[in-house]
């Protein structure tokens, strides 16, 4: 482990064996366009948040969930979301993949299951809508995370997620992979699409990711 600009970093090699940093490959004013959007949201979604939290909280665990993903240049951020899963996921998920063969294969394939046996009932409605995405505003305005990029991957993924586009650029609450059709995207094609990002981003395009992403999220929470 390094650290990037104080922060705790996946050393990034180059094609020299030598540590590495990825070039900053932001358009101009992207992080403006974060930083002003999320001002101009923030005090309607506050409460919308606040609403969704108490209901998730109706189990008795903690309403949000703090996760480790890896940022831009490989740093390690944590990533917060609305809890989604039952508090004992790590040892549902591996008792399940152990009873379930199959289940294994599509984890170790997509690092996602079809069919979760961690979340629960509101979580489900809140993944189905992307409603659980919403606290992640936090990590935009922090400078962590963009309105739109990459999914952020997890610390243990980073081993295995093929690509450098990736990490030169922030993660984003949407993006290419997270309107297409999730579960059957594999690792190796989630690449792909980081690095056409990369190539094309501009404003126009975020403002298109952003508005499918309203439509999806409108069409899927019938509205």
């Given at each position: 482990m390094t650290y990037v600009l104080g922060k705790p970093s996946i050393l990034l090699q180059?094609?020299?064996?030598?540590?590495?940093?990825?070039a900053d490959s932001d358009y101009s004013g992207k992080r403006l366009f974060d930083f002003l959007a999320v001002l101009a949201v923030m005090?309607?979604?506050?409460?919308?948040?606040?609403?969704l939290a108490c209901l998730v909280a109706?189990?008795?665990a903690n309403p949000f969930f703090l996760q480790r993903r890896?940022?831009?240049?490989?740093?390690?951020?944590q990533?917060?979301?609305?809890?989604?899963?039952?508090?004992?996921?790590?040892?549902?998920?591996?008792?399940?993949?152990?009873?379930?063969?199959?289940?294994?294969v599509e984890w170790d394939l997509y690092q996602k299951l079809s069919h979760d046996p961690r979340i629960t009932r509101i979580g489900r409605i809140l993944r189905k809508t992307s409603l659980d995405e919403l606290p992640q505003l936090f990590n935009v305005f922090s400078g962590d995370?963009?309105?739109v990029g990459p999914r952020p991957i997890m610390v243990e993924q980073a081993e295995i997620y093929p690509g450098r586009a990736y990490y030169r650029m922030r993660p984003g609450i949407t993006g290419p992979w997270q309107v297409?059709?999730?579960?059957?995207?594999?690792?190796?094609?989630?690449?792909?699409?980081?690095?056409?990002?990369?190539q094309r981003q501009s404003l126009l395009v975020d403002l298109g990711y952003i508005f499918r992403t309203f439509g999806a999220v409108c069409r899927m929470s019938g509205c």
């Open positions: 180059g094609l020299d064996g030598h540590p590495q940093a990825a005090p309607f979604l506050l409460v919308l948040i606040g609403v109706l189990d008795g890896v940022g831009r240049d490989g740093s390690v951020f990533m917060i979301k609305l809890r989604t899963m039952v508090p004992d996921a790590q040892a549902r998920l591996e008792e399940y993949l152990a009873a379930n063969p199959s289940a294994r995370m963009s309105l297409s059709d999730r579960n059957a995207v594999s690792f190796v094609e989630r690449a792909k699409y980081d690095l056409l990002y990369l």
